[in-house]
C-alpha cells in the first residue's frame, strides 16, 4: 500500500522551489507515518500548481478492544500559508492524533518554515509539542485522581474553572513563569482576560469545556473570536485552544481541530480536542 513519495527526474531536471516544498511536507508525512508503523499511500497531488496534496494512512491496531482497522487522510496545503491537517477515516482513530503531532514535530524542522527570528524570543518547538502531549492526556490525569488512597476527597471536574485549576498545576510542573488571567489588548470594543500565558515560550491557552449548552456550533464561534482576538497580542507566538469534551457533547471533534488549526496570519493555532 506504502507508495515512494520521492520523485524520478529525468537528467538535469530540477525541481521548481513551490514542487520542491511541497515534496518535502510529503516526505515529512509519509517518513514519520512510516517510522510509526503506518502504511501511507499519496491519493491525491496537484501536479499543476504543486499546492495541494493528500496522503492517507492506515493501519490495523490491536488492543483491549481487540482488532481494529484504523485509517485518516492528511491534507497539505502548500500556498501562501501552509497547512498539514488531519481526519479519521474509520471508526477508530487510535493513534491519529499522536501521529499527527509527530508530524507536527517534523514540520517545524524544515528551514523554510522556521519563524523568522526577531527581537521576541522565539517559540520552541519542542517545548510546544510535549505541551499539546501533555493536555492530550488531560482526561487521563483527571480521572486517575478519582482513585485516591482510602478513597480521600480530591478534584472532580464539573466546570471550566475545574479544567483551568487542574491544567495550572500541571503547568506549573512544567515552566517557571505560568501567567493566569493576564489582559490582552482590546478587541470588537470589549477587553477580556487570556487564561494562561507562558511568557517565555509565547504561548497562550485558552480552555474550554463543553455542556448542554456549548456544543459545535458555538466552541467553533468562540474559537474563532480567540482567534482573532491574539493575532493582537504582542506575547503569543502560538495558542493552543483546548476543549475538554467529557461527556461526549460534541458530534465532530476532529473536524473542530483541523479547520481551525494551522497559521493564521504569524501565529500558529493548535486547537486540541479532548472527547470522551
Not at 490491536?62 to 471508526?91: H, M, N, P, W
Not at 477508530?92 to 524542522?109: M, P, Q, R, T, V
Request: aromatic content about 10%; charged content about 30%; some cysteine.
Amino acid at each position: 500500500m506504502a507508495r515512494n513519495t520521492k520523485r524520478r527526474t529525468k537528467p538535469n531536471e530540477q525541481l521548481s522551489p513551490q514542487q520542491q516544498k511541497l515534496f518535502d511536507l510529503l516526505t515529512v508525512v509519509t517518513e514519520t507515518a512510516k517510522a510509526k508503523g503506518w502504511q501511507t499511500e499519496i491519493t491525491a497531488l496537484d501536479k499543476t500548481n504543486f499546492r495541494y496534496a493528500t496522503v492517507m494512512v492506515h493501519r490495523v491496531m490491536r488492543g483491549g478492544f481487540g482488532f481494529a482497522d484504523v485509517s485518516g487522510l492528511f491534507e497539505i496545503t502548500c500556498d501562501q500559508k501552509i497547512k498539514i491537517s488531519y481526519q479519521a477515516t474509520s471508526f477508530h482513530n487510535y493513534g491519529l492524533a499522536d501521529l499527527y503531532d509527530a508530524i507536527s514535530n517534523e514540520f517545524w524542522k524544515l528551514p523554510w518554515v522556521k519563524p523568522k527570528q526577531s527581537d521576541k524570543s522565539p517559540v520552541k518547538p519542542q517545548n510546544f509539542i510535549v505541551l499539546q502531549r501533555l493536555i492530550r492526556r488531560f482526561h487521563n490525569i483527571a480521572r486517575q485522581l478519582k482513585h485516591r488512597h482510602e478513597d480521600r476527597s480530591t478534584i472532580i471536574i464539573k466546570d471550566e474553572y475545574d479544567v483551568q485549576d487542574l491544567l495550572h498545576s500541571l503547568l506549573r510542573g512544567l515552566y517557571d513563569d505560568v501567567r493566569a488571567e493576564e489582559y490582552c489588548p482590546s478587541y470588537a470594543g470589549s477587553s477580556s482576560k487570556m487564561d494562561f500565558l507562558l511568557k517565555e515560550e509565547r504561548v497562550v491557552i485558552e480552555t474550554k469545556m463543553t455542556n448542554a449548552k456549548l456544543k459545535d456550533k458555538q466552541v467553533g464561534e468562540q474559537l474563532i473570536i480567540d482567534i482573532k482576538k491574539y493575532q493582537q497580542h504582542p506575547d503569543c507566538g502560538r495558542l493552543i485552544c483546548f476543549v475538554y469534551d467529557p461527556n461526549g457533547y460534541l458530534k465532530n471533534p476532529v473536524s473542530l481541530e483541523t479547520d481551525l488549526s494551522g497559521m493564521h496570519d504569524k501565529m500558529e493555532v493548535k486547537v486540541i480536542v479532548v472527547s470522551v
